[in-house]
């Protein structure tokens, strides 16, 4: 377990500037109840030894809703999870070539309560694209909670658990000066 000593604006610093490298972040103008939005959008294409014999044309996005809440309770947790689904899923133009959509939540929280905690492991969301012919779409939660340290993920927004983790530890770290 990790202990995070810092307030909510600083970890949400943290980890938008973790995103910055490859995403496309936005703070202003941020649907609400979110307080920032990030997209990735990847295109690839496969041949067959020449490009004049092009096999599939890949597509993957992923829409990242980021929250904060003082207090994260069990209701509040079901609606910033179905509004960032809903969202994220309004702006998925399945076709061919279409590999996945992702929809990833990271709420930061100054407190989560109990029954809250416990669902964040459950909540599970999924999506296939004419029998995923033309794609899928997973559901990622992360959970900061910054009173115990702990940063509670779902099992597809596991993996992103320690890039999460590692931008926190990354934005308590004092800023070194010009002269240190």
Known sequence: MCVYNMESNGALQAILRS??????VRQDGALPPFVAEAEFHAHGEQYYLVRAAKIADIDSNEYVFF??????????????????????????????????SDVTLIIIAGAVQHDAARAV????????????FWGWSHFR?????????????????????RTVEAALRQGEAPARTAEG
């Open 67 to 100: 929250a904060q809440e003082n207090e994260l309770d069990l209701p509040r947790l079901q609606f910033l999870q179905e509004a960032a689904w809903n969202e994220g899923l309004s702006r998925v133009h399945p076709q061919p070539g279409h590999r996945n």
């Open 141 to 161: 939660l992360l959970v900061c909670d910054l009173s115990s340290g702990k940063v509670l993920a779902n099992r597809m927004g596991s993996g992103l658990r």
């Open 121 to 132: 492991r459950k909540l599970s969301r999924y999506k296939s694209y004419r029998l995923s």
């Open 19 to 24: 995103y910055r490298e490859y995403y496309a």
